[in-house]
């Protein structure tokens, strides 16, 4: 099993990134997905999830209104796009797939990436 998640990188503040994360050697669609991130100095916290088919999302109150997460069971693949970043969204990102989870932040995480940096700049 592999996530290999792509797209971060340095952005000013309120710019946009789009994160990507491909998933290959498991059956995609029975895991619901979810995006982490972890800043320098601080506890891993759930940004967004999504559900196995991708009807039912949800996000943490610091993201809402500009993150929006999103898969592709086609193409085995969970989508994260951020829109007006700040200096605090400053973290490592990790996907995650859990296939207990509903895609809420109730989520152990069965498979996780190995994290993509997204630094914005003020």
């Known amino acids: 099993v592999q996530l290999v998640e792509s797209g971060g990188g340095l952005v000013q503040t309120g710019g946009s990134l789009s994160l990507s994360c491909a998933a290959s050697g498991l059956t995609f669609s029975v895991y619901a997905a979810a995006w982490f991130r972890q800043a320098p100095g601080k506890e891993r916290e759930f940004v967004g999830g999504i559900s196995r088919g991708g009807a039912n999302t949800y996000y943490a109150d610091p993201v809402k209104g500009r993150f929006t997460i999103s898969r592709d069971n086609g193409k085995n693949a969970v989508y994260l796009q951020m829109s007006s970043l700040k200096p605090e969204d400053t973290a490592v990102y990790y996907c995650?797939?859990?296939?207990?989870?509903?895609?809420?932040?109730?989520?152990?995480?069965?498979?996780w990436g190995q994290g993509t940096q997204v630094t914005v700049s003020s």
């Open positions: 995650g797939l859990d296939r207990m989870s509903l895609g809420t932040a109730h989520f152990s995480g069965d498979y």
